[in-house]
């Protein structure tokens, strides 16, 4: 799919292209320079509380603009960096920019950051969580993980001990495209998540009448209170879904409804953050349902 994915970010590669080894191989070789260049940057998309109604916190997503083609969908090109190596360094840079972006807003927002199922399986992860916030001088529990079902694909007990880790470090954990992947309901419950992010897939079309999806949100909902999780629903684009998503007792929101991922210095100004501080206008989103 090119542009029109609506994920925000132009696709130059369709699947097909992709599924041929030369341009997986081209794209290997730019991802390189991009790499040593560092050509990449970091989008925040606002995650707001549904009781509320204010911008609790932003998950990073990563931008490549490609000298040629454009902006690369992070859809496209992480998959090719974890196959060729090239994921544990783009997932440091972006653990460490976040933190470092994160710093300048006001206290109580969160950074959520995407995870790599390859990075989670390296023992050296809580060393790079904790010289990040070392680093950016934020506090534990202003960073979240977001890690998907992936990371329990090749079940070992390696995976147990990141998770304790990584708690023992202090930062949030969330289950991303939750629903999504080999659903198991056995990993929540051993896994400590702080939070379930419900897949934007339940939330298309939850709204329209008679739809199956509300019920699956409302159950995912029901066994995260239960378990003491917060849920966020991910894809959120009209207010329709909002009211719903609300009722059903979800804790978060995030979607273009909202706002679209946004460069850091944007968020700042959503955040009514000017010159360090933050204005009395701040943190309250203009889309009040
Ligand atoms: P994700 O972590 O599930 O991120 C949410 C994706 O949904 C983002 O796409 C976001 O732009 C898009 N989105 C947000 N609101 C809406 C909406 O209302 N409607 C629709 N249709 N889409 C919405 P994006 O930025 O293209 O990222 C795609 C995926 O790439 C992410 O899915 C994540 O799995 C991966 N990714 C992005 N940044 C990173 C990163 O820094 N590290 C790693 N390992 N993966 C990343
Ligand atoms: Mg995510
Ligand atoms: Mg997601
Ligand atoms: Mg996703």
């Known amino acids: 799919a090119a542009k029109g994915d609506g994920r925000g970010v132009h696709r130059f590669f369709s699947d097909e292209m992709l ?36 911008i609790v916190g932003y998950e990073a997503l990563i931008r490549w603009n490609h000298p040629t083609r454009g902006m690369v969908s992070p859809a496209d090109f992480i998959p090719v960096a974890e196959e060729c190596g090239l994921i544990e360094a783009i997932g440091e840079w972006v653990l460490r920019t976040a933190c470092i972006e994160a710093a300048r807003w006001p206290d109580g927002i969160r950074v959520a950051v995407n995870v790599s199922p390859i990075q989670f399986a390296n023992p050296v992860l809580p060393a790079i969580v904790t010289s990040a916030l070392a680093q950016s001088g934020i506090a534990p529990r202003r960073l979240e993980l977001e890690i998907t079902e992936g990371v329990f694909l090749d079940e070992t007990r390696s995976s147990e001990q990141m998770f304790k880790a990584l708690k023992g470090v202090g930062v949030r954990l969330a289950l991303d495209d939750f629903g ?82 946004v460069r850091a210095e944007e968020a700042m100004r959503q955040l009514g953050v000017e010159n360090g501080t933050a204005t009395a206008s701040g943190f309250k989103v203009s889309r009040a349902p």
């Open 180 to 261: 999504t992947g080999y659903s198991s309901l056995g990993y929540l419950r051993n896994a400590p998540f702080d939070k379930i992010k419900i897949d934007q897939s339940f939330v298309k079309g939850a709204a329209e009448p008679g739809n199956r999806n509300a019920a699956i949100i409302k159950a995912i909902v029901t066994l995260a209170d239960t378990l003491g999780m917060e849920t966020t629903a991910e894809g959120v684009e009209v207010q329709d879904e909002i009211d719903l998503l609300r009722d059903l007792g979800c804790s978060h929101i995030q979607g273009y409804v909202y706002g679209r991922p």
């Open 19 to 54: 599924a041929g080894a030369r341009t997986r191989k081209l794209l290997e070789d730019d991802l390189r320079v991009a790499v040593a260049e560092g050509a990449f940057h970091l989008c925040y998309q606002p995650v707001v509380s549904t009781k509320t109604v204010r």
